[in-house]
């Protein structure tokens, strides 16, 4: 596909994934998802690549995009480790009320528990579409520099 036709659809996705990034955020702060630190971190990286993805939508340079592709990578493992730590609280609160439960039960009932399990999924589906709008994304073949002192396009 050409890149005439593509740039409308990658302009579509950069949308969509700030509209991802806003709505996450706010359901996150609405539920007080901000006990400890650990739970912060969410908050923080929707932030960032929110304000990122903002600039690179309206100021599209090299260091916009480079710097929305980094953020936005750095989701995909953040919602590993937040699936983990949801599920390992539904277990040890599931083995807190009955200590002799293991198997597909236990399985069951941390993945239905109290913790939504799989909702920090929500921030790999986020930063896997950004990364979709960052590879390849025009900005990233500019020059680097120009030919008036070497500094960087912007």
Same mark, same amino acid.
């Given at each position: 596909?050409?890149?005439?036709?593509?740039?409308?659809?990658?302009?579509?996705?950069?949308?969509?994934?700030?509209?991802?990034?806003?709505?996450?955020?706010? +359901?996150?702060?609405?539920?007080?998802?901000?006990? %400890?630190?650990?739970?912060?971190?969410?908050?923080?990286?929707?932030?960032?690549?929110?304000?990122?993805?903002?600039?690179?939508?309206?100021?599209?340079?090299?260091?916009?995009?480079?710097?929305?592709?980094?953020?936005?990578?750095?989701?995909?493992?953040?919602?590993?480790?937040?699936?983990?730590?949801?599920?390992?609280?539904?277990?040890?609160?599931?083995? +807190?009320?009955?200590?002799?439960?293991?198997?597909?039960?236990?399985?069951?009932?941390?993945?239905?528990?109290?913790?939504?399990?799989?909702?920090?999924?929500?921030?790999?589906?986020?930063?896997?579409?950004?990364?979709?709008?960052?590879?390849?994304?025009?900005?990233?073949?500019?020059? %680097?520099?120009?030919?008036?002192?070497?500094? %960087?396009?912007?």
């Amino acid at each position: 596909m050409s890149e005439s036709r593509v740039e409308p659809w990658r302009r579509w996705a950069l949308w969509i994934v700030l509209i991802g990034m806003t709505g996450t955020a706010i +359901e996150l702060a609405l539920l007080g998802h901000t006990e %400890d630190r650990i739970q912060w971190l969410p908050l923080v990286l929707l932030a960032l690549g929110l304000a990122a993805g903002l600039v690179l939508a309206l100021r599209p340079t090299r260091r916009t995009a480079t710097t929305f592709g980094v953020i936005t990578g750095v989701y995909v493992p953040t919602a590993g480790i937040g699936i983990y730590l949801h599920l390992k609280s539904n277990v040890e609160f599931e083995l +807190e009320m009955r200590p002799s439960m293991e198997g597909v039960e236990l399985v069951r009932e941390a993945l239905s528990g109290a913790m939504p399990a799989l909702a920090p999924g929500a921030m790999a589906y986020i930063g896997l579409l950004g990364l979709l709008v960052w590879y390849g994304h025009p900005a990233l073949r500019k020059a %680097d520099f120009n030919t008036h002192g070497g500094q %960087d396009e912007e």
